[in-house]
């Protein structure tokens, strides 16, 4: 056995799944919640693993406590003692390494880091970047190590996966200096789950990834689709921050800039304003009153204008998109879909793709509409595109790259 912990921490609250990297199995996983509130709560579920060759490890028990958890150093400590509790024993079998999901590895973070005080310093710094998401994964970090003192801590960003980005993919047309003194750039966002399902989708198609190109769609609350030519992401939607790109759960994706000056100056709105308006009550739910694509779906069988121009808003922004990514790409061998909606959303996938016909995509509509959950090709035969829906496992992914990195 080779566990693995993976952390996704938050600000008020963390994430963790441990890991049998020898299966690639799930042993065990938890969330952390309403850190610093005068409840907190923990959840952690332990996962039967069947012997008989492989299968997804089933859900066997979960416990959920509620008590107070005043920081991360706390909420490690209740982690370590649902383990205790419940197992699998942490004592017996402790992890070989932590990984750690970090949103922001600015220009400085192109893969998997050991994470040292001076990783610690970079990560911290890069806050300025992203002030909401850093901070909170940095926590995660130092309540860690502070919890499993004696095994390499890894960090894996984000932003990695798009470093590759050349740039004129990555350059905002505004002064180079204003740019430059204030880092301003195209970073690009759910790497992680971009790399993972790319390198799964050649796997799967038994096709080297140096030869394909790619476009991934991670289409989930949040969500953002990438040029993959060879393994590398040529271009992506999301990025100085993951406000650029589709339109999402919540989040406006592209927008005239100039909406925000007037907005400003007409509607008296401040900066925290329009950074609310943008970030938390546009997308889906700023046009139909829900960010769940499921609720857009029965306005539309209501027959609700607002759900059914939400959806065609959404749609004309994935087309926009694929056009553009063909452009880039010149041309590409599999699309896929990822995340919950790209996942689990038949018609947006039909719809994304509808228009693509000329570009010899074209996609199954029995195959496309099955209710299967595994790694799947929706396609016809016949199309030129192979259309792919993976199911993304970012944990996974970084349990595989802080493994790599512990053994180096
Ligand atoms: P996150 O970006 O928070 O990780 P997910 O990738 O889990 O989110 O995606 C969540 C979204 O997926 C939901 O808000 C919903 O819009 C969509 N979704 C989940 N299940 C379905 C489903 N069965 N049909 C359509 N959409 C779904």
């Known amino acids: 056995m080779t566990p693995v ?3 996704n921490s938050g600000s008020s609250s963390f994430k963790y799944q441990l890991l049998d990297m020898d299966t690639e199995r799930t042993l065990a996983s938890g969330l ?3 850190i610093g509130e005068p409840v907190g709560a923990a959840r952690h579920t332990v996962y039967a693993t069947p012997t008989d060759g492989p299968s997804p490890a089933f859900l066997d028990a979960t416990r959920t406590r509620e008590l107070p958890i005043p920081d991360h150093t706390a909420g490690f400590q209740v982690m370590l003692d649902a383990f205790a509790a419940d197992g ?11 990984g750690h999901r970090v949103v922001h590895g600015g220009a400085r973070f192109f893969e998997p880091t050991l994470i040292t005080p001076l990783v610690e310093i970079n990560i911290d710094e890069l806050s300025v970047l992203a002030p909401l998401h850093n901070p909170a994964n940095l926590a995660g970090i130092v309540a860690a190590r502070t919890a499993f003192p004696a095994v390499p801590h890894v960090a894996v960003f984000d932003t990695a996966f798009h470093q590759t980005l050349e740039p004129p993919a990555y350059t905002y047309a505004i002064d180079v200096d204003v740019a430059a003194s204030h880092r301003i750039r195209r970073y690009g966002f759910h790497g992680t789950s971009h790399k993972f399902v790319s390198e799964a989708a050649a796997a799967f198609l038994g096709r080297p990834l140096a030869e394909l190109k790619q476009i991934v769609f991670h289409l989930g609350n949040g969500a953002s689709v990438t040029a993959i030519d060879g393994g590398r992401s040529v271009d992506t939607s999301m990025g100085f921050t993951p406000l650029e790109g589709l339109v999402m759960g919540t ?4 927008i005239d800039p100039a909406v925000l000056f007037q907005l400003a100056r007409r509607a008296g709105m401040t900066i925290d304003d329009l950074d609310e308006l943008l970030n938390k009550r546009s997308g889906l739910l700023g046009l139909a009153g829900s960010n769940d694509l499921r609720d857009i779906r029965a306005g ?9 121009l939400a959806f065609d808003v959404y749609v004309h922004r994935l087309r926009s998109y694929a056009g553009a990514y063909l452009a880039q790409l010149g041309g590409a061998d599999v699309i896929s879909f990822t995340a919950g909606v790209g996942e689990n959303a038949p018609l947006v996938r039909a719809a994304a793709l ?6 010899g995509v074209e996609v199954d509509p029995e195959r496309n509409a099955a209710p299967e959950r595994g790694i799947r090709i929706i396609s016809t035969d016949a199309s030129a595109v192979t259309v792919l829906v993976v199911p993304t496992d970012e944990e ?4 595989r790259q802080t493994l790599s990195v512990a053994r180096s």
């Open 5 to 7: 912990l993976v952390i």
């Open 396 to 399: 996974l992914e970084i349990a």
């Open 251 to 254: 989040r406006s994706g592209d």
């Open 88 to 98: 699998p024993s942490l004592t017996e079998t402790p992890p070989v390494a932590v």
């Open 32 to 34: 952390v919640e309403r």
């Open 354 to 359: 509808a228009t693509l016909g000329f570009a």
């Open 300 to 308: 539309i069988e209501r027959g609700d204008v607002r759900a059914r």
